[in-house]
């Protein structure tokens, strides 16, 4: 039976995590709100109160009667059925808590065109935007690229992956995370990539993987937009 | 041998969910960073280039040879270990899906009062702050309390956790989580528990529980200041 992801249509934003791991996978799902009446279905599952385990929010998986939200936990369910993950559980906590910390990275990445809230526009909160870009520009995104670069260098097995010497999830979202922020800070991730060779190395090599290199080429992947979590607006990028 | 919780001195932040969960289990462990050199430890490990698998921030947590940090990810090693998560994967998911829902409220939190960056001070950022935490206040805390009021409600085994009828470290860090709102927005959370009882039954209950009702007396908690997570600034309370 195939997976069944419900996120929001139109943009990237974290269902893409999922997307990009399903993908690699070459596994059989259904992207549902991007068919016709899913946006139905999705708000079934987010508002129905006969959901027992009902998601806070997108992205979320069904697998059957299993029904999974926040993009982390989807990929730790995922990792292993997928083989995205290492068997041993020391390993595959640790590329859960790496993927954490993209999500942390993500969310500030967010944050940083919507500094005062989610619910305003950005037009809203322009002036604010700007003082924020500045510091995620100079100081968290470097800081960000250095932990990884650390770990790249460090993983006993290469430095061509993050954990072990197969390609995990964790390595698909740090290519989405870095492929995310090229598109909005253009300018300042040039710099910054500069700094961090191995991450650079990995995001390129993430995208000539087949399937990757099929599904970024498809129409199934949604364009970068200023709808989405990594929005190009050149102020912002100094 | 003793866990070993690593967290800055000072402040319950971030580690206060590990903290619960180790009381509540009556678990052997030591909060290093408070311990004289302390922090020394805690920098040799957050720094250390040897370390293979460094975390990227406080907290972490060592238990032998293992070192683990983001919170959510601690708790989910710990979880089975201090019998404070359910046995059956999905369940164990569940808590986990919740605990990182938990970890965006706590997120939301803190940037109220900086929404600017985590690198300025608050009086850096306080006409920021003051919009910031009007749209905290009105739309983010009910629709977090909402959730969880649901799946509160709609827990098969009664509503007196929030999974299954044993206490999880999820509760113990929703208790957290609402200590922590009541204290910076003593105000707005009356009114919102108001429409969440089950979830203030909750954290009433947690609090009465004989080893948290006895840490929550002793110097090992640290009070709530305007150092951590949750800031008690009364203009940001309405």
């Known amino acids: 039976m195939a997976y069944e992801l419900f ?20 596994a059989d799902y259904v992207d549902v ?10 708000m079934a599952l987010l508002e129905g109160e006969q959901i027992a385990r009902p998601p806070f929010a997108p992205p979320f998986l069904k697998d059957g009667d299993a029904l999974i939200g926040q993009t982390a936990a989807i990929l730790f369910y995922l990792g292993p059925r997928l ?3 290492p068997r041993d559980e020391a390993a595959r906590l640790w590329v859960h808590q790496i993927q954490l910390t993209i999500a ?4 500030e ?12 526009y950005y037009e809203d909160q322009k002036p604010e935007a700007l003082r924020a870009a500045k510091v995620f520009r100079e100081e968290r995104i470097p800081k960000f690229l250095a932990w990884f670069e650390a770990i790249l260098a460090r993983n006993p097995k290469g430095d061509r ?16 995370l870095i492929d995310g922020l ?12 500069k700094k961090a060779p191995l991450a650079a190395a990995l995001h390129a090599a993430v995208a000539e993987r087949p399937r990757i290199r099929a599904y970024l080429a498809s ?16 102020e912002l990028d100094g």
């Open 219 to 234: 129409d199934r992947r949604i364009p970068f937009n200023e709808s989405g979590i990594f929005r190009h607006y050149p």
């Open 33 to 42: 709100a991007r068919k016709p009446r899913g946006m139905d279905a999705l």
């Open 109 to 120: 990445a967010h944050d940083v065109h919507h500094p005062i809230s989610g619910g305003l």
């Open 182 to 193: 090229a598109y909005a800070f253009p300018h300042g991730m040039k710099a910054a990539l």
């Open 7 to 26: 996120y929001w249509p139109g943009i990237q934003g974290r269902g893409e995590f999922v997307r990009l791991a399903l993908e690699e996978a070459g």
């Open 104 to 107: 942390d990275a993500v969310g």
């Open 161 to 176: 992956h993050l954990v072990g010497a197969r390609t995990t999830y964790a390595d698909l979202s740090l290519f989405q």
């Open 83 to 85: 083989r995205l993950a």
